[in-house]
């Protein structure tokens, strides 16, 4: 068994011996081999000459190129020497003046060191090998410092305005068309529908700054992946958008400006693509604050702006989230997060957290095909937004009261007579529906319909232009013995299955967290039974929530198979279900541009990551 086979089971620092991650800096040699950064670091020898402690190998010399594309006014990034191989005696050296090492009885170091010293030379030959050395933790290619230089933004193209301008679908759906006139409760569905984006006009210009991980682990295929996958965005994206590069490992380097995509400007994006290599550790957050910092210093602003980042690693900040909150509310105009988490080993919970105080989607890559299918899909998604800064409002009358809201939106009350939602954007075809309990007051029993809630949305066009809509909630109350036998509406259907399944798998994935698979197992098959026996089951929405719960149920059968890619699933479908909007995995909410995009990138690659 190799060295770095071994090395990955215990999952510790060889040096040091601690675990990796735990929010420390991780560094992964050529070799495949992964430390600390910091007690890496301390093993150069001088001149900066350095070779795998594990295995004593000498890495290659860093392919550096000697023109800067983004700014060739630059001078050329000067190439460090090879470093050479350290000898035994002064890496022994080395070893015994490591605090760790001092700390430990001296025949625990002498063993330590044996084996350290004893490894294998021979590399393991099943290795994708990283596409590059890099020894410190700077970047690759010269990062640009943070500074108003964004291109100036093109005329808008016409026909927004004109076509999209009180399109918006508004209604208050009661569950039956009658009520008791008895005090009593009516289960009802705010309703809310963007138009389709044949009817839409024009798409809005976007801003965006993809945020990628560059960090060792994300060496060979998936860096492939990645790089074939940005070209595609770049080729997708019209002279009226803006794209900016953002990498990140152990720091954050700022690769391009925020540049109109016209020709040129793409022949450039694309040769600096070429050149991302891997290597260093994982700083989500530096990644996203430069990005952000990026937005601020924009002299000018598209209507639509988002950042995109992918990751396959544990960031180990367990205040990211709410970092990523503070950093997108520093902003003055609206801007969203979508994350993308490669396999199984980054936190599904902390990526899913980020894109939810961004306004995002979090979306999980388990297999290589996915990648560009899941950036397709976001990809469309953004290319198709109607109307942001949504703030539904409402408002009960004649003496009903509002109890409970399914939803996962920002909401404000005032009393049980009014209720705030804020949705951040809506795409082209997007609904957005939200349960609610209302409780009516008994009444004389009248044949005349009664308005008990009025809903008011307002909301800015990607235009910039301000609209609002509105509707009402009508009932006829009878006397409960003349009350006609009523079937259920079949959008609040829907939508009572759609809360009962999100939340079931959100609860099931916590409990599947402490080790609780049969009591989650359990409360999944209790979500599914009321799907089954529903009025609307053979809906396409409801397979969709059917399917879910069947994968669900397979990720929690045990330890392995929930960290093993089941969380990472679950985390993923339960905030698309509440959010009502597409991933990769959830077709049945796709808008037309989201599947033309996510068709238009798929790969013939289906290799698991």
């Known amino acids: 068994e190799s060295m770095a086979q071994q090395q990955q089971q215990v999952n510790e620092c060889p040096i040091c011996l601690e675990a990796l991650g735990k929010g420390k800096a991780i560094f992964t040699t050529d070799c495949g081999h992964a430390f600390h950064f910091t007690c890496i670091k301390k093993m150069t020898g001088a001149g900066g000459n350095f070779a795998c402690p594990l295995c004593r190998h000498n890495p290659p010399p860093q392919q550096i190129p000697s023109a800067n594309v983004v700014n060739a006014a630059q001078p050329p990034t000067a190439v460090p020497p090879p470093p050479a191989a350290v000898p035994q005696p002064v890496m022994m050296q080395q070893m015994q003046q490591m605090p760790q090492m001092q700390q430990m009885p001296q025949m625990q170091q002498m063993q330590q060191m044996r084996?350290?010293?004893?490894?294998?030379?021979?590399?393991?030959?099943?290795?994708?090998?990283?596409?590059?050395?890099?020894?410190?933790?700077?970047?690759?290619?010269?990062?640009?410092?943070?500074?108003?230089?964004?291109?100036?933004?093109?005329?808008?193209?016409?026909?927004?305005?004109?076509?999209?301008?009180?399109?918006?679908?508004?209604?208050?759906?009661?569950?039956?068309?009658?009520?008791?006139?008895?005090?009593?409760?009516?289960?009802?569905?705010?309703?809310?529908?963007?138009?389709?984006?044949?009817?839409?006009?024009?798409?809005?210009?976007?801003?965006?700054i993809t945020v990628i991980d560059v960090s060792g682990s994300m060496s060979g295929t998936k860096l492939a992946l990645v790089q074939d996958t940005l070209k595609f965005i770049v080729s997708q994206l019209t002279a009226h958008d803006r794209l900016c590069l953002v990498s990140f490992s152990s720091t954050a380097s700022r690769l391009t400006k925020l540049q109109t995509m016209t020709p040129e400007n793409k022949e450039t994006f694309n040769a600096v693509i070429s050149r991302m290599q891997a290597g260093g550790g994982t700083d989500i957050l530096n990644g996203i604050s430069t990005a952000v910092a990026t937005l601020k210093a924009r002299r000018q602003k598209n209507p639509v702006t988002s950042l995109l980042v992918l990751t396959d690693g544990q960031d180990g900040n367990s205040h990211l989230p709410e970092d990523t909150a503070k950093l997108m509310v520093s902003l003055e105009s609206p801007a969203s997060v979508y994350t993308f988490g490669f396999g199984s080993d980054h936190d599904a919970n902390l990526l899913t957290k980020v894109a939810e105080n961004g306004h995002g989607m979090f979306y999980f890559i388990s297999q290589n095909s996915e990648v560009a299918e899941s950036f397709g899909n976001c990809l469309?998604?953004?290319?198709?937004?109607?109307?942001?800064?949504?703030?539904?409002?409402?408002?009960?009358?004649?003496?009903?009261?509002?109890?409970?809201?399914?939803?996962?939106?920002?909401?404000?009350?005032?009393?049980?007579?009014?209720?705030?939602?804020?949705?951040?954007?809506?795409?082209?075809?997007?609904?957005?529906?939200?349960?609610?309990?209302?409780?009516?007051?008994?009444?004389?029993?009248?044949?005349?319909?009664?308005?008990?809630?009025?809903?008011?949305?307002?909301?800015?066009?990607?235009?910039?232009?301000?609209?609002?809509?509105?509707?009402?909630?009508?009932?006829?109350?009878?006397?409960?013995?003349?009350?006609?036998?009523?079937?259920?509406?079949?959008?609040?259907?829907?939508?009572?299955?759609?809360v009962t399944v999100a939340n079931a798998i959100k609860q099931a994935s916590a409990l599947a967290g402490q080790n609780k698979f049969d009591e989650a197992r359990k409360l999944l098959a209790d979500a599914e039974e009321q799907v089954l026996h529903s009025v609307t089951a053979k809906h396409v929405l409801c397979q969709q929530l059917l399917a879910d719960l069947a994968k669900s149920r397979e990720g929690t059968q045990s330890a392995a198979s929930y960290s093993g890619g089941g969380q990472q699933y679950m985390m993923q479908q339960q905030q698309s279900h509440w959010a009502q909007r597409a991933t990769h995995k959830s077709p049945a909410y796709a808008n037309a541009c989201q599947v033309h995009y996510q068709n238009l990138s798929a790969q013939p690659n289906n290799g698991n990551i």
């Open 115 to 208: 084996q350290l010293l004893s490894a294998p030379t021979q590399l393991n030959s099943n290795r994708v090998p990283p596409r590059r050395f890099q020894w410190s933790q700077e970047p690759a290619m010269p990062s640009l410092p943070i500074a108003s230089d964004d291109d100036p933004i093109l005329e808008e193209p016409a026909g927004i305005v004109a076509k999209t301008l009180g399109q918006m679908e508004v209604a208050v759906i009661p569950e039956f068309d009658a009520a008791s006139a008895l005090e009593g409760t009516c289960f009802s569905v705010f309703h809310m529908k963007a138009p389709r984006s044949e009817n839409a006009g024009p798409r809005p210009p976007t801003d965006l």
């Open 380 to 498: 469309g998604g953004l290319l198709s937004v109607y109307a942001q800064q949504i703030t539904i409002t409402l408002t009960a009358q004649n003496g009903a009261s509002i109890g409970t809201v399914y939803t996962t939106y920002t909401t404000e009350r005032e009393g049980t007579g009014k209720i705030t939602v804020r949705v951040p954007d809506l795409f082209s075809e997007e609904m957005r529906d939200i349960p609610l309990q209302l409780t009516l007051p008994a009444c004389p029993q009248s044949t005349l319909p009664v308005c008990y809630l009025l809903a008011n949305v307002d909301y800015v066009l990607v235009s910039k232009q301000k609209d609002s809509c509105s509707n009402q909630l009508i009932l006829k109350r009878m006397d409960p013995g003349h009350l006609p036998q009523q079937t259920s509406n079949e959008t609040v259907d829907l939508n009572r299955n759609r």
